[in-house]
Structure formats: C-alpha cells, structure tokens
C-alpha cells in the first residue's frame, strides 16, 4: 500500500487556503440527501455533528454514556491554546506552529500543524459567540495564561473546567440541531464493528446498552470521534469508559493505526492509594508554576517531609534543567519523577510518588494567594487523599494521560478506509510524539467544528456512492459476526472477570510499555499479553445476558479489543529504536540521560496493518519532511 | 483500619421490573476507597460468585461528567456538601454503619436497572431553548465584544452544573427548576444570550412541564444537595425571565410556553 497523506502543494501557510479553493462542494439543495454517522459527542465529534448539521446533512450522532454532555472531553481542566496574540507577547500562527512541532519532537505532520494553529484562533471566536464563559479581565477581555512551560500566554480557560465549558458549548450547538431534526442523536449506544460495503465505510454496528439490541445503521460516511485509548494501562486519568473498541474495529478492517506506542504520561498526577483504585486523578499542571518538586537525597529516608531540612532535599528538576526547572515538559518531568522513585528515593506508600511543595510560595506570597490560585485543586487534592496541602506537600506521581497515536489520517482527516473519516484524540495527526498542554481540546474543534465539514463534502462530492439498504448481504454479515461475538463472551463460563484481566494488562503496559521502554521489557510483554489473552477466551465470566443492561458485558468487550491493540503497541515501542517525546527507549539516550532521536532511520509515521488473525502487522511508513521547522534537538536545560 | 459495612442496594432487573431492597456485606472497606470503589469491590465479589454485579452510572470519576448519582441514606450524592457520589470516600462512614443505596427517584426519571436512571428528559429541556443560535463560523472576533468579569463570573458559576439530577431526586416535588435555571442564567447573564433569553426560558420552562417535573414551591433541597452548589438565586431570575417573557414576547412564543 502506498500511503498517500495527500498534503496540498505550495507553502505552508497556503496550503488550507488553497484546499479550501479547491476542494469539491456540495450543492446545498443536495446535502440534506446525504446522511452522515458520527461516533462520539466529545469536543470532535458534537462540533463536528452540530456543524454538519447546520450546513444541511443528515447526521446521526452516537455515544455510550447516557448524555453526549458527559464525553470524556468534560473533564478537561487547563485550557486551550489559541495563536490570538491577544497580551502582545509575541506569538503568532507561525509560533504556535513552531512550538507543536518542536514538542512533539518532529514526528508530527508540518502541514497538518500549520493548518491546526490557523484555526486556532476561529475557534475562541466560535466558542465566545456560543457562551462559553471564558476568564476575563476587569476591562471584559478575554485573559489568557501561560501553560505548560510555553513562552507566551495563549491559552484560554474557564476556571478549572476549560472542557467542561466548551464541551457544554459543542453539546448546546448539537442539541439545537436535534430539536431542528438534523441530528438524530443515540446515548446509551455502542459501536461494535464498521461496515463496508464496496470497500467503502457505510455504517456500523451497535448495541443498544439498555436492551441490548445488536442493529445496524447505515449512511454515506462514517466519523470516528471516539477519543483515546489510555485505559489500555488500566490506570489513567481518562475516563473509565475510555476505549478502544470504535477505532480498533476499524483497524482490523483495514485502516492503518499510526504511532500506536506515542503515549503521553502526565507528571502531576495523585498517585495510587490501594489495589482498589480504580482510576487516576491528575492535578493540573498550573500547580508546577509555583509547586517544588523533591525527593529526600537519600534512598529510604522514611522521615515526615517537614523534619527533611533543604540541605537532604533533591530539587532534581532545578538541579538538571536550570532553565524550566519545575516547568519542564511533560515527557521530561514524568521520567524524572520514575527516576527518582526507582532510585529508591520516592516518598508516600510504595515509594510511587514525590513531593510538590509549596511551602516557599506560601512564604513568599501568603497562604491567601496561593488559595486564590489553587484553592479548588488544594480542595480536591484533601477530599482524595485526606491530606492538607497547605501543611504537608503534596505527593505526586506521573499517570497515563493522553494517546498521540490513533488511526492514520490524510490531510482530510480519512483513513486508509475510503469514507471512514477519524477526529480528535482517536486519530494520530498534530501531537507527533509529545501533545503540549492545551492542544487537545484545539484540535478536536478545529477537526470538528473547521475541518471535517469541508472535506466530507469532498469526499462525498467525489464519490458516487450506491444507496445501501439495512438488509444489505454485507450489513447483515457485519451484524450477526457481532452477534456471534457477544454470544461468544457470554458463553466462556469461566473464572476471572473482564475486570480482572484489564488491571493485569495494565500492569504488564506500565511496566513494560509505559514511561521507559527497553528491548526484552517489550519482548517479555510480546510473550506475556497473547497468553493473557488466551486465558482472557478461556476463563472469563460474564453474568447476565446480552438482551439487558449489562456493564459486565460492555466492560468484557473493551478489555477484549485492549488485549489485542496492546500487542500492537509494543510492536511499534519495539521497532522505533529511539527516543522521542513519550517514547523513551532506554537503550537510546545520551550519556546524561536524555532522550536521543533517530532522524535518519525514524523520522516517519509508522503506521500499521492489520496481519489477520494470529499474524504479524504490516509496517508502512509516512515519511515526514520538516521544510519549514529545522530538525533540532530539543534542550530544556 | 478496614470497616465492615452493610449495604441495602435496590435491585431491579430492568425498566419494567418490581425493584426491592437487597442487602450485601462489605467487609474489608478501606477509608480511602472512593463510594464507587467500594461498589467495584462488592461487584468483583458477587461476579466471583457468579451473581449479577449492581449496575450503576459513572464515567470520569472526578466529579465533572454528572453521570454518577446514588441517594445514600436519603441524601442525594450521600452526606458530604459538594461532592458528587464518585468522589465520596469511605472515610466519611463509620465502621459498622448500614448504608442504604437507591436510585434517583422522580417519574421523569424511569429506571432502567438497579441504579441506573434515564436522564434524556434534561437533555429534552437543553434542546428547547439552552443555547445560544449561533452556526459555525459567522462569530465576530472574541475581543470584539467585551462582557463585564462579573457577569462573565456569574455565567460561570451558573454553567458550573454538571447535570447530574441531583436537584431533582433531592426535591420533594421532583422540579428540575435548578438544573433549568442554571441554564437560563448560564446564557442570560452573557451579551450573547440577550437575543433569545426571554424566548429561552419561556420555551425550558414550558418543555420542564412537559416531562412531567414537579412545580418549583422554593424548598431549597435542590440547592443542598448540588454538587456544585449553583444558587437557588438563579430560579428567581428565571421565573423573571419567564414572566418577562410573558409579557412582552411575541405571542408564538408565548403559546409554545404553554401559558405557564
Ligand atoms: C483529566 C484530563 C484533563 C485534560 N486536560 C486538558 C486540557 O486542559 N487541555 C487540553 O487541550 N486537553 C486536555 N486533555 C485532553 C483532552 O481532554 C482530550 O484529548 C479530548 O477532550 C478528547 O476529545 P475527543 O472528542 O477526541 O474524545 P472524547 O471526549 O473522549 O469523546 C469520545 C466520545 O466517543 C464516544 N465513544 C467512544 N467509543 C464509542 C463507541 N464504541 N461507541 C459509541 N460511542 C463511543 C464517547 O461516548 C464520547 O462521546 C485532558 C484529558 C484528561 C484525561
Ligand atoms: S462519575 Fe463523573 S461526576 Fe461522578
């Protein structure tokens, strides 16, 4: 297969411009005869059913939880960056360009990111027109702040619940269209497998989650708005139905998965109190601007943190990156954090944590400050852990926050499946192998709300699609192997639940796959999860049926799907033999420790082919050309 | 030190199903597990055993998608001020204790199966009128319009709900007045809202009726047992907003409110 990403010719800053000239239309009395299904109501896909539904599709919007408001997108908490240059700092498009680039250590697309930090800007317009109640100054303008070690400020918030508000906003815009009848939407519904007929995507399957009637639906293209697939590692700060299910399905049909080892663990997380967690709460990244991070010097220094005097205080971030210190990114943090822990000196039950404290910015600005600053997460941090904040440091440690992999996509956001469009966290495009804070909730609206409602009107423009009827030999092909699925893990009468088999996963990704990576760690887990698997189609138990509410069942699907899409990511960790972004391959860094890059061998996308059952995948690259951003290596020190 | 905890959980096989009390031992709790936790712990043991795990609502487990809401002993979202039930720990029980577990109960809230309610009726009332018409891409420049911080405060405060339904199962007549205020100052304390804010409340109010929430009497139930805390202030600029309305709207809209 040649892969072809189908980048506009000309320059960078041109390129969307020109697309968007050229680019086929839809004569607008035709479009209500085009019926579009869109899988997910997070920030990408309500922005992208809302929009498409103003412009005259039919639409069709899924999600699994009993609200679209409630997608995962919700709990976003920072912000979203947009190249406004609103406090005259010095950005522009070109920067936050530069800077997403830079950050995902050039293993992102040029094209793709120029056009992502483009539309940045349109969409704090959108989202101030729908109501979004942004942070303002007393003037009535829109405040901004910086994030994630960014040199300007241009990221936008609404108190801690940056995702909450737009989310809102995206759901609010889809709403308006259910009541006008362009959207038809469907909670409580699960996708379970694509349908092609022709070699093109024209539905999908579902489960209705309360009856647990298998149907099918069909239309003329599909999106793929489904999120990210954290929850491979169990543990994370994504929400627990995160899944995999939608984009894994479609990649066993035959769209390419790109990166799908580009994980990003995020530094400031609340670690592990038991072996009943059952998911991990991430304090924002705000608290690193005035939070210090330690560790005692010495290994097994169980001592309460106060009686530590700073002399037998390691500040490692200070210490090794003199120039970000404790804002340093993500991907540097984390791994600094893991070191210091496995050095034996990490603090707090099972020595998985350290300290971020802020005793010197209580000194130096008074408790009040510090209150009006971070008083809600100090709240949230004591509500968890029973500890105050303001007297004892917190502890802290990095968790599984954010997938940059996903299904490879063109310039158009298509996948290798003609029709099958993907947007969001569930594609691989902007982040390369680092996402900065605030980019995500950017893209997922410039995908949906600015991109995808001119290409598919390419797409279907240019393609001369058949009418497909519900009783279609392929769709009802489609509907009874999902039948025969569910049957099939209803049936195993085995031991373990689907629960059991996810946190043994988990475990075996965090290890093995997770902040740092090496060659017979990923080989083991190469061994460990096809047996696991096997034990999985062996031993598990499902009570209940499948013609009810059944969350055993829904949970058994989603570990099945992880249990394959885990094998595949270590495939990629093991193959890209470098360091990048989240990919640390501990056989491949400098002799100080940090991460060395491969541009002659990795510079590419690795995206993979489904083998077929119990077969190897199918390596294709995407070479990646960096004609505007110079190859470089990143230095926080 | 591990509680032992008794547990009264309302079972019930399905929408249309006779639901009753059934009463489980949680031995072995730890005071940092979050309410869920313990739940997830129940369940593994009663999947072990081969019975049916209690199917309950939950997503992001921070407190910010509303999809979690139990009545813990009468109390919707349990006994903690501004918590949401996923975000309740154990600690906040006491060794020993028995702790009754039911459903949000409200007609316009039908259960689906054990603790798991339908909730479509909110998203109903959102699509009446809680937005602001504005199609993608015809928005001025975000600084173009300036809006005062503390109305931008205030829409924010408002906006904070997270549609959970607490204020409903906690209300004696089932209102969902909070949650639609909320919505109605969201967007009416903001210039962007001016256009249709009269036409908005007229038409969430008229659509509450119709789903068969109960009348507002102003108990405040709803306003304790937010998780968010949204002020019962916001009913009293609706019930203006919806008189307002009233009064000086034109008659379609009116009638589409159903005369109150
Ligand atoms: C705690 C936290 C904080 C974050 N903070 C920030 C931040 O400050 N700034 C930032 O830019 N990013 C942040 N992120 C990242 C960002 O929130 C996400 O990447 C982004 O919201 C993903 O949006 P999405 O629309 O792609 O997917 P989601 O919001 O995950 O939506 C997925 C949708 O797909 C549906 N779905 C999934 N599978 C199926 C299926 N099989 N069938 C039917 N429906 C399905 C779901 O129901 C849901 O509607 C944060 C992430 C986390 C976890
Ligand atoms: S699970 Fe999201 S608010 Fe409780």
New binding site residues.
């Given amino acids: 297969m040649t892969l072809d990403a189908r980048i506009p010719s000309g320059p960078v800053a041109q390129k969307w411009d020109k697309h968007k000239f050229e680019m086929k239309l839809v004569n607008p009395a035709n479009k209500r005869k085009y019926h579009v299904l869109v899988?997910?109501?997070?920030?990408?896909?309500?922005?992208a059913a809302a929009t498409m539904a103003e412009l005259g599709y039919q639409v069709s919007c899924?999600?699994?939880?009993d609200s679209?408001r409630?997608?995962?997108?919700?709990?976003?908490?920072?912000?979203?960056?947009a190249a406004k240059n609103y406090q005259n700092d010095g950005d522009s498009i070109y920067r936050l360009f530069y800077d997403t680039v830079k950050g995902g250590d050039f293993r992102a697309r040029e094209a793709n990111v120029y056009r992502l930090a483009q539309i940045s800007v349109n969409i704090i317009d959108q989202c101030v027109a729908q109501g979004v109640p942004f942070a303002r100054e007393y003037g009535g303008l829109l405040a901004n702040r910086s994030?994630g070690g960014a040199q300007v400020s241009r990221t936008f918030?609404a108190r801690g619940q940056?995702?909450q508000q737009l989310?809102l906003g995206a759901y609010q815009a889809l709403e308006k269209e259910v009541a006008k009848g362009g959207v038809k939407m469907f909670a409580r519904?699960?996708?379970?497998d694509l349908i092609q007929v022709g070699g093109r995507a024209r539905g999908?399957v579902?489960r209705d989650l309360v009856s647990g009637k298998i149907s099918s639906h069909v239309g003329d293209a599909v999106i793929?708005?489904?999120?990210?697939y954290?929850n491979v590692f169990y543990l994370?700060?994504?929400?627990k139905?995160?899944?995999?299910?939608?984009i894994w399905?479609a990649h066993k049909q035959g769209a390419l998965f790109g990166n799908p080892c580009f994980t990003q663990i995020?530094p400031t997380c609340i670690p592990q109190s038991g072996d009943y967690q059952s998911k991990l709460?991430?304090m924002?990244?705000s608290l690193r601007n005035d939070g210090r991070v330690w560790v005692p010097k010495r290994e097994g220094d169980t001592r309460a943190p106060h009686l530590i005097p700073d002399a037998e205080r390691d500040y490692y971030l200070e210490r090794k990156y003199p120039s970000f210190g404790n804002l340093s990114p993500r991907d540097i943090a984390s791994r600094a954090a893991k070191e210091a822990c496995d050095s034996g000196r990490g603090v707090g039950p099972g020595g998985l944590g350290v300290y971020l404290d802020f005793r010197d910015a209580i000194n130096r600005l008074g408790r009040d400050k510090i209150a009006e600053r971070y008083g809600n997460l100090f709240e949230m941090y004591q509500r968890i852990t029973d500890e105050d904040p303001y007297q004892v440091p917190m502890r802290i440690y990095p968790a599984v926050?954010?997938t940059m992999g996903g299904l490879w996509v063109d310039y158009n956001l298509m996948s290798t499946i003609p029709g099958l469009h993907v947007?969001?966290?569930?594609n691989f495009s902007d982040h390369g192998a680092n996402?900065l804070?605030?980019?995500?909730?950017?893209?997922?609206l410039a995908?949906?709300y600015f991109i995808i409602p001119y290409t598919i009107g390419h797409y279907l423009a240019g393609t001369k699609l058949e009418p497909v009827s519900a009783d279609h030999p392929d769709v009802r092909a489609a509907e009874r192997a999902v039948e025969e699925r569910t049957k099939r893990l209803l049936s195993i009468g085995g031991k373990r639940s689907a629960q059991s088999f996810h946190r043994e996963l988990g475990r075996i990704m965090w290890d093995k796959c997770g902040m740092a990576r090496d060659a017979s760690g990923l080989r083991e887990a190469l061994q460990r999860i096809p047996a696991l698997r096997e034990e999985f189609w062996s031993n598990l138990t499902v009570p209940g049926s499948g013609a009810e509410l059944n969350q055993s069942l829904e949970a058994a699907g989603?570990v099945a799907d992880f249990l394959e899409l885990a094998e595949l990511m270590c495939t990629d960790a093991l193959h890209r033999e470098e360091s990048c972004g989240g990919h640390f391959r501990t056989e491949h860094q400098t002799e100080d420790g940090e991460a060395r890059r491969d541009d002659e061998r990795f510079a590419y996308v690795a995206a993979w082919g489904h083998g077929g059952e119990g077969k190897a995948p199918v390596l294709h690259k995407e070479p990646l050309a960096f004609e505007n951003v110079q190859l470089a290596t990143r230095s926080y020190k | 030190m591990p509680m032992k905890l008794t547990l009264r959980v309302w079972r019930q096989a399905g929408p249309n199903a006779d639901g009753a009390f059934r009463e489980y031992q949680a031995n072995d709790v730890s005071p940092d597990m979050s309410f869920l936790e313990m739940l997830d712990v129940v369940n593994e043991q009663l999947t072990a055993k081969g019975e049916v795990p209690i199917a309950f609502d939950h997503d992001?487990r921070?407190g910010i998608c509303g999809m979690c809401g139990l009545m813990i002993n009468g109390s919707a979202h349990g006994p903690m001020p501004a918590t949401t039930t996923c975000q309740l720990h154990m600690r906040s029980f006491a060794d020993g204790e028995t702790i009754t577990i039911e459903p949000w109960r409200a007609t316009a809230f039908p259960v689906l199966r054990d603790l798991c309610v339908d909730r479509s009726a909110l998203d109903r009332i959102v699509q009446a009128g809680g937005f602001i018409s504005v199609q993608t891409g015809n928005a001025p420049d975000g600084n173009a319009l300036p809006v005062p911080k503390q109305d931008a405060d205030a829409a924010m405060d408002a906006a904070a709900c997270i549609g959970c339904g607490a204020c409903v199962a906690a209300c004696p007549n089932a209102s969902a007045s909070l949650f639609t205020a909320a919505k109605v100052a969201h967007l009416g304390f903001l210039p962007q809202g001016q256009p249709e804010r009269y036409r908005r409340a007229l038409k969430m109010v008229a659509q509450m009726d119709l789903e068969h929430f109960g009348g507002c009497t102003l108990f405040g139930e709803c306003q304790e047992a937010c998780p968010k805390e949204i002020s019962i202030d916001t009913i009293g600029r609706m019930n203006k907003d919806y008189l307002t309305g009233m009064l000086f709207e034109p008659a379609e809209n009116q009638k589409a409110a159903g005369a109150g």
């Fill in positions: 899988v997910g109501s997070g920030l990408a896909g309500a922005s899924f999600c699994f939880q679209p409630r997608a995962h997108s919700i709990a976003a908490q920072g912000g979203i960056n994030f918030y940056t995702g989310l519904t699960e996708m379970l999908i579902v793929l708005a489904t999120g990210g954290g994370s700060t994504n929400a139905g995160s899944n995999t299910t939608a399905r995020h709460t991430l924002s990244e926050h954010y947007l969001g966290e569930a996402r804070g605030a980019s995500a909730l950017m893209q997922g995908d949906g989603r | 992001c921070e």
